[in-house]
Each structure stands twice: as C-alpha cells, then as structure tokens.
C-alpha cells in the first residue's frame, strides 16, 4: 500500500513535467533559448506546488471522507494535464462558437468537470490501469526528448561548423580594425518584414517610390535600391548583420538548431565570436531593444534597454501554453499599444546617447501583429487573424506610418549628434496572399529578398561605395569609422527553412 502511495505521488508529480517534454519535440527544440526552458521549468514548478496545497485544503475540507490524498492530489494532477489539451478539444465545437459566442467554451468545461467526477467516484476501480498507463506513456515521453534533445542540443557536429565558419576566410579580420577614435554611435534599427520601395510602389502601399527617397534624402538618409537580404529567415539575416559574414552557406553540413545564430550567439557570452571580438576591439558598448520574439538578455557584452520585466517572463511562457485552458489566465497580462518599447523607442527617442555604443533596435513591425492604425496611432485592438485582403491593409498602414516615423528619426538624432551612424532597413522582405501576388504580378520568393535599406552616415563616408546586401553593412560602418583594410564580401542570397519544413531544415541553398 506505501508502495502504491509512493507511485501515485510520483506519477502526479512526473504529470507536470510531462508537458514540457511534449513541447520540446523536434520542431520547438531546434528553435528555443536554454533560458526559454528554464523559464518554462519555473512556471510549471509554480504550478505543480499550487495544485499541491489546494489539494491539501480541498482534501481537508472536502473530499477527506471520499478518498485518501494521494489519489486525490493524482486526480488532481491527471485533470491539470487533461487541460493542456482544452483547446484541440474546443476545435470539435467550433461549429458552436461561430453560432453562440463562448457556447463551445462552456460545453468543454462541463466535460472536464463531468471526467473530473467520474474520476473521483471510480478512481479505485481504474487506478491501477491508469497507473500502469501513465507510466509507460511518460517512460515513452522522456525516451523521445531524450532523443531529441541529444539530436537538437548536444549536437557535436553543429558546434564544429560553427566553428569552422568563425575561422573561416571570409570573417572579418580583427586585426585590421582599430579602436573607432572618432566615437561615433551606430544604430541598427531593423523592420520586420519591411519591402523595398519599388515593391511597395507596385503593390499600391506607397503612392511613389521617388517621392519617398526625395523625402528620405530631404532628412539626410541614402535609400540604396539595389539592395537584397542575405537569408530570408529573420535567425540568420541578423546574425549576418552582427557579424559581417555568413553564418552558414551552402557547403556546409546541416545544422540542426538555432544555437549558433541569433539571438542565441550574443547571448551566450561563454562562447567567443566574431561580433564580441569586434565589440572589444573597437571598446563600443552594445545595447539591445528587443521584443517579444527575441527578448534582450544582459550578459558582458550585452545591456538592455527593455524595461517591463513581467511581461517579458510572460511573453516566455505564453507559447507553452497556448493549447491550455490556462493561456486565458495569461491573456491578463497584455502589452498595451503605447507600452510598446522598440516603436516607443524610435518614435520619441528622449534617450540619453554617449559616444562609441552600438544600438540594436529590433521593431515588430510592418509585419504582424499589427499596431499601427491608418491615423499611426499605436493600438493594441488590431486581431491577428484576418482576411488576406485585411491584412494587406493593415500592412500598408504600419508601412506607411513607419516611413513616417524615419524621417522624425532623422531630425531627433541629429540634434545630439549628426555624425551618428544609422542603419534603417528590413531584415528580410514580405510577401501576401498567393492571390494578390499573383494580381500585382510579384514574385512572393523575389519580394522575401528585397527589404527597405535607408542609412545616414557622416558626411566623409558618403563617397564610400554602398552596401549591396546586408553582410556589408557592419563592414561598411567599419571602413566608415576609419578602417580602410575592411573589403566587403561577394553579395549573395541564400534559401533557408524553418523547423516545420523538417526535409529541409538546417541546410541553405543559394539562389541567383
């Protein structure tokens, strides 16, 4: 019998880990950052000890004369599992909601509650079944994260290309460049998703292209036309920015995560690379404003400019919840519109800059979620899910606004410093619905590698020849900071994946 109460102790606590296990399978776990899971491993923690001690009051209040607490508390744990699968389940009701809003909310949350009782009046007549089943399914659990995980993390293989690529001919030359004596602040500030203006001409998003790059060049910036994205994936587009090399090309072995690409490289500070070589050479100080894709973590190299610890924690942990019951309990916890820090950061730019810092400044936007209405103001209201037709809409309206907010950007920087350094531009392109592509007559691989590239730079770099792609942008700022030795590299673009595509995932492939 202690045996029994033992196992049944075991098996509810091993329940709250079983779903980090499932999440972290072989699309989740290429992709995630070690502090992600750590973040998730609390969060379930937190909840594992809360269902513990209110079994212990309703045991004690309740349910004492029904059934001892260690199958009371299994019960309990069983039905908190249960419930990470609450909205696969309200996918069979859906018919229900499009009729009577919150209708199929209300019939899954009385099956839980009839399965719940069920349980509780027939838990000594399936206890051992059950026991005998979970144990087997989470022995199960575990063997394939066990594979994965060594598959997508401890992979020896991975670490080496890495390597080979920091050491490779076509890295920047740390050895060429000198410690920037002019001091001059750069700032990269990147669009999400942001077209060039040729494309966002031809789909009727801006009204004219050379209106636009008069009005550009009116506040000082240079818009390069000729101008492509490296790698169509945001992970290895800015780890090219940071890094003035490609991070992976097409000879090389298959990768099978994240690890060495960004955000991840800058944030682990354990393992050396080109960018924080290039950090300390120069002596600049590097400061990040990320978002809720890739949140800043401060480390050696890295400072921080993000301010709202908590629904940073959130944000974390909302994806690892998102089928559950409880990702209601987080819809709480909302980033308001004028909450929003990288458009705050570029829209009031009140900072107080020094000399010789590198800014980061990573905006979710023109793409979604959307947050700009057609009037710029920044919401909070505008759904994710839309027609295809809406949300091209809703596209022009953040692109627009976003141009906007650059020229304003120009005047603002210029009144602490007009030998600044200011990288404008897209970290890869965007393309709609197959429909309207097809009804503009654009390629949607073509409009993936042409983002928006606009820079102000001083006034003795303009003869400089412009980058053509951005893994010259940060060579280009280096040769502008005075140190001539830099050349740049042959422009190419290269096809990339990301984990859903599993056939292809991990290699490259270069396109003309």
């Known amino acids: 019998m202690v045996a029994d109460r033992k196992t049944l102790i075991a098996i509810s606590i091993f329940l709250f880990f079983v779903p980090i296990l499932s999440f972290l399978n072989e699309i989740n776990l290429p992709q995630i ?120 993390k401890l992979n020896i293989d991975n670490k080496k290309i890495y390597q080979d690529n920091q050491n490779g001919s076509t890295s920047i030359d740390i050895n060429k460049i000198a410690k920037d004596h002019k001091d001059e602040t750069i700032f990269f500030i990147i669009l999400d998703g942001m077209i060039s203006l040729d494309l966002a001409e031809k789909l009727n998003i801006i009204k004219s292209e050379n209106e636009v790059i008069q009005s550009l060049k009116n506040n000082n910036f240079n818009y390069e036309k000729n101008f492509y994205n490296n790698y169509d994936a945001t992970y290895l587009s800015l780890a090219s920015l940071l890094q003035g090399d490609y ?34 050479k120069t002596k600049k100080q590097f400061y990040w404003l990320g978002n809720p894709w890739a949140f800043c973590q401060t480390n050696n190299y890295i400072k921080c400019i993000n301010s709202e610890q908590t629904y940073k924690f959130i944000t974390k942990i909302k994806t690892f919840y998102y089928d559950s019951a409880f990702f209601y309990f987080f819809n709480i916890f909302t980033h308001k519109g004028e909450k929003i820090e990288y458009i705050n950061f570029i829209t009031n730019f009140d900072r107080e800059f020094k000399d010789n810092e590198i800014y980061l400044i990573h905006v979710l936007s023109p793409h979604p979620p959307y947050v700009f209405n057609k009037n710029c103001d920044v919401v ?130 270069k396109i003309d």
């Open 33 to 152: 950052l070690t502090i992600d899971i750590y973040s998730i491993i609390a969060s379930q923690v937190t909840l594992l000890i809360l269902v513990f001690f209110l079994s212990v009051i309703m045991h004690k209040i309740i349910f004492k004369d029904y059934t001892d607490f260690q199958s009371f508390f299994f019960i309990n744990s069983l039905t908190v599992y249960l419930l990470f699968f609450f909205k696969n389940i309200k996918i069979f009701f859906f018919i229900l909601h499009e009729k009577f809003f919150l209708f199929d909310d209300f019939i899954v949350i009385f099956i839980y509650l009839f399965l719940y009782v069920f349980l509780i009046k027939f838990e000594k007549k399936l206890s051992n079944f059950l026991l005998r089943f979970l144990s087997i399914y989470i022995i199960l659990q575990f063997c394939f994260f066990s594979y994965n995980f060594y598959n997508f």
């Open 247 to 280: 991070p992976v090309i097409e000879t090389d072995k298959k990768y099978k995560n994240r690890d060495q690409f960004f955000p991840a490289f800058i944030l682990d500070q354990r393992k050396d690379n080109s960018f924080f070589q290039i950090l300390r």
């Open 380 to 509: 909070d209201t505008i759904s994710r899910y839309h027609s295809p037709n809406e949300a091209m809409i809703h596209y022009s309206n953040a692109y627009n606004c976003l141009l906007e907010i650059i020229n304003k950007l120009s005047k603002s920087i210029d009144t602490f410093n007009e030998n600044n350094m200011v990288f404008v531009l897209g970290d890869h392109g965007w393309s709609f619905d197959d429909k309207i592509m097809k009804e503009f007559s654009v390629d949607p691989e073509e409009s993936r590698f042409k983002p928006f590239f606009s820079y102000k730079v001083p006034s003795r770099c303009n003869q400089i020849v412009a980058p053509g792609s951005i893994v010259n942008i940060l060579r280009f700022a280096l040769i502008c900071a005075g140190n001539k030795e830099i050349t740049y590299l042959e422009n190419m673009k290269f096809k990339t994946f990301y984990e859903s595509q599993t056939e292809n995932f991990g290699k490259v492939f």
